[in-house]
């Protein structure tokens, strides 16, 4: 892909033994899913396995219900109940602290809480 520093991966991974053909499947497959963001992360993710590279801000509607579920529909900040619809998923580990979205970085808030939060 153009654009990677294909010289700075190298001195970083240059080292380490991998599968050639597992990483092809896997670079082809991540390359085919819609949920990825950056597909130019694809290639740092399959050499580090660290998920940021893949730019996943977004949960899935699997991940949300499990959280809603999870939290029996009460908003993690408010202590109210609202209905799935009325709430959003936010990362318990922030993203830009290195969290991760995963089903057990979310929680639900809702809309309200999840503003305000977002706001400081």
Same mark, same amino acid.
């Given at each position: 892909? &153009?654009?990677?520093? !294909?010289?700075?991966? $190298? ?6 033994? $991998? ?5 092809? %499947?896997? @670079? ?9 963001? &950056? %597909?130019?992360?694809?290639?740092? $993710? =399959? ?13 899935? &509607? %699997?991940?949300?219900?499990?959280? $809603?579920?999870?939290? %029996?529909?009460? #908003? =993690?900040? #408010? ?9 959003e998923a936010?990362?318990? @580990?922030? !993203?830009?602290?290195?969290? @991760?979205? =995963?089903?057990?970085? #979310?929680?639900?808030? #809702?809309?309200?809480?999840n503003r305000? +939060?977002?706001? +400081?």
């Amino acid at each position: 892909m &153009k654009g990677l520093d !294909w010289g700075a991966m $190298y001195d970083e991974f240059h080292e380490n033994t $991998y599968d050639t053909f597992a990483l092809e %499947k896997q @670079t082809h497959d991540l390359m085919e899913d819609d949920e990825i963001m &950056k %597909k130019a992360g694809i290639y740092r $993710y =399959v050499l580090s396995g660290d998920l940021r590279y893949l730019s996943f801000r977004t949960f899935d &509607k %699997k991940q949300k219900r499990e959280a $809603y579920e999870r939290q %029996k529909g009460i #908003c =993690v900040h #408010c202590q109210k109940h609202f209905e799935l619809e009325e709430m959003e998923a936010d990362h318990i @580990t922030p !993203w830009k602290e290195g969290g @991760t979205t =995963v089903a057990d970085n #979310c929680q639900m808030l #809702c809309r309200s809480c999840n503003r305000i +939060k977002g706001a +400081k």
